[in-house]
């Protein structure tokens, strides 16, 4: 059985995101969706929040199952049973820091190869920050977020907006 790990932030997850899910499950037997608890971002939502929106959006899809870790990503996969790491590839920016990361990856788990997906161009300039910053705004989120978190989504951003805690 192929496994592929999906690593990211996902702070939330947006529809190049889901896009990658959809696309890595069709091609390997069973995707793990890792939310990575990575220190030097600091997350608008907290791990389960986010856990739980994938969740939501992957719902459709049988064999993606997610998951969070606080654990180095060549170790995660080693206990998954995985060989492979996917990645997105949006235009320009992502490129330089996923090749480094490969590499290391690589160096760290010798087993460990990471495959590159690239965006569709519909999502090419999507990033979790762009919808952030528009969610403070009246806009429409149809083309960035899968609807079944925009709701969620908004009522979240308004809480933080009006000085409320993190969960
Ligand atoms: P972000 O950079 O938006 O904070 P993440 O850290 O959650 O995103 O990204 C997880 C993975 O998804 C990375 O491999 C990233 O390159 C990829 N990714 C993010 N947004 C997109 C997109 N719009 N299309 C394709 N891949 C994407």
Sequence with gaps: ?????YPGSFDPVTSGHLNIIRRAANIFDR????????AGKNPMFSQEE??????KVTADIPNVEVDSSNELLADYARRKGSCVIIKGLRAGSDFENEFQMALINHKINPNLDTMFLT???????LSSSTVKELGAYDV??????PEQIIDDFKKRVSTIHQGGNRK
């Design 1 to 5: 059985m192929k496994i592929a790990i």
């Design 31 to 38: 995707l793990i969706v890792c939310v990575m608890i990575n």
């Design 50 to 55: 986010r856990v739980d929106m994938i969740r």
């Design 119 to 125: 965006s569709e161009h519909q999502y090419m300039y």
């Design 140 to 145: 429409d989120l149809s083309d960035f977020l």
